[in-house]
């Protein structure tokens, strides 16, 4: 990637017409943050503890969790540093690592929950097939390709965005380096770039989407031919939690890239949204409709409140 840019920084403005509000919002996104981290290495110590959730469904969802980890902590540490007190200065190298990794992970959750579709797909309409289709072969090939095609699409991206010379003002409109506020600042003509992008991330989720939209027909239309009422009530328990995340995952992608008018508070809101909010509700999610989940979660709350009380008794004897 060519940097033609006289730039070598970028100054992160924030979030807007939130002046005087840094304190509160530090307090406030830094409890999400650790809310965010700590749900999620428990979701994750949950299901690698227990040899029952040792299934694709729970594989899948240990991925979501790692993602979920990792896709706050592209702009959150930043953005609790200049929120601090801090400098708002991010370096060129910076800005094109926090656009590259923010569309990695994003694209990478919008597979997997594709992926995650099509499992749930196969377990309530083919059952007696589901340890044969969803085999630990095709489970790794379907982890490896969510994070290879996200790859892929996020270079693409980034390489789009950056080719661009940047050679005058370099303050973003915004709290991490995105799409739509770098293109701003370039020093270029833009409007062909824009079409492409617009066309690029919109394609992708829509298509996924379809996807997901396509697995969930044919798994309600499995559901209501199942005769009893328990039955029905499992299956459809079961699913809840994952159309509930896809949800909370889709809507901030249509409110800020698919809109012909845009609107940097609205964006910057429905942003921290998608960044903070949604993968710290995961963990929830997932675990308070699983009494599975929910199981091994106390198993692991209780040994690790054991382990703190013998370092504890260890330290004050």
């Known amino acids: 990637m060519k940097n033609l840019s006289a730039v070598t920084e970028f100054i992160l403005l924030g979030i807007p017409h939130t002046e005087d509000l840094e304190t509160m919002l530090f307090v406030v996104f830094l409890g999400c943050y650790v809310f965010t981290l700590m ?8 299901i690698v503890s227990s040899t029952r959730l040792h299934t694709p469904m729970y594989f899948f969802l240990c991925q979501l969790s790692v993602c979920d980890i990792f896709f706050p902590s592209v702009s959150s540490p930043k953005m609790l540093f200049y929120l601090s007190g801090n400098s708002r200065a991010i ?18 959750e919008c597979f997997l929950y594709t992926v995650m579709a099509y499992d749930r797909f196969v377990a309530i309409c083919y059952p007696l097939r589901y340890t044969v289709i969803m085999s630990h072969r095709v489970c790794a090939i379907l982890a490896v390709g969510t994070s290879f095609f996200g790859c892929i699409q996020a270079t693409f991206l980034t390489t789009l965005t950056f080719q661009l010379p940047y050679c005058g003002p370099n303050e973003v409109d915004y709290f991490f380096c995105d799409i739509p506020v770098m293109l701003k600042l370039a020093c270029a003509d833009t409007s062909a770039l824009e079409r492409v992008g617009f066309v690029s991330v919109g394609l992708m989720p829509l298509s ?4 997901i939209l396509t697995s969930y027909s044919r798994i309600v ?5 199942i005769r009893s009422t328990e039955g029905r009530r499992r299956a459809f328990s079961t699913c809840s939690a994952h159309l509930t995340a896809i949800l909370l995952f889709y ?14 508070w609205l964006d910057a809101t429905v942003q921290i949204l998608n960044n ?3 993968p710290m509700l995961n963990p929830l999610i997932y675990s ?3 009494k599975e989940v929910k199981s091994s979660l106390g198993k692991v709350l209780h040994h ?3 382990l703190a009380d013998q370092l504890y008794r260890e330290n004050t004897s």
């Open 39 to 46: 749900g999620n290495l428990l979701i994750l110590l949950a």
């Open 91 to 108: 370096s060129y190298a910076g800005c094109v690592s926090q656009l590259f990794f923010y569309h990695f992970l994003g694209c990478t």
């Open 208 to 211: 996924c989407f379809l996807l």
């Open 221 to 225: 239309c499995s559901i209501l031919q």
């Open 251 to 264: 809507m901030p992608v249509v409110l800020i890239y698919l809109r012909p008018t845009p609107s940097p």
């Open 276 to 278: 903070l909010v949604t």
């Open 288 to 290: 308070l409709r699983n």
């Open 304 to 306: 690790l409140g054991f």
